[in-house]
C-alpha cells in the first residue's frame, strides 16, 4: 500500500553535494520514521541516518557533519542532504519508512564520487 521512490543520485566529484529525495505515496499519511541506507558491490548494507517523529536526528559516525537528513511532513518526504562527498560514499542510496507494523523501502539511487 505504500510506494517510495528515490532520486537526486547521480556523479559528482569529491567534495561536490548532492541532495536526494525521497517521495512517498499511498495510504499511510505519516511515518514513525525515515531512514536512508546505503550500500556498495560485495559490502554490507550500511545505516546512514534516521530522522523521526518528533524530528530527532541520528547520523552513523562516517557521515556526521556532512550529511544532513530531513522531512517534509506535509509532502510526505524525506531528504538526505551531502556535502564534501568523498569517493567511499559512493553507492546505492535506499530510503525506508517506518509505520507501526513494518518498515518500507525504495529502489535506491546511484551515488558515485569520482574525478
Known amino acids: 500500500q505504500v510506494q517510495l521512490v528515490e532520486s537526486g543520485g547521480g556523479l559528482v566529484q569529491p567534495g561536490g553535494s548532492l541532495r536526494l529525495s525521497c517521495a512517498a505515496s499511498?495510504?499511510?499519511?505519516?511515518?514513525?520514521?525515515m531512514v536512508w541506507h546505503r550500500q556498495s558491490p560485495g559490502q554490507a548494507r550500511e545505516w546512514v541516518a534516521t530522522?523521526?517523529?518528533?524530528?530527532?536526528?541520528v547520523y552513523a559516525d562516517s557521515v556526521k557533519g556532512r550529511f544532513t537528513i530531513s522531512r517534509d511532513n506535509a509532502k510526505i518526504t524525506a531528504y538526505l542532504q551531502m556535502n564534501s562527498l568523498k569517493p567511499e560514499d559512493t553507492a546505492v542510496y535506499y530510503c525506508g519508512a517506518q509505520t507501526t507494523d513494518r518498515y518500507y523501502w525504495g529502489q535506491g539511487t546511484q551515488v558515485t564520487v569520482s574525478s
Open positions: 530522522i523521526t517523529s518528533p524530528n530527532s536526528t
Open positions: 499511498g495510504s499511510i499519511l505519516r511515518f514513525n520514521a
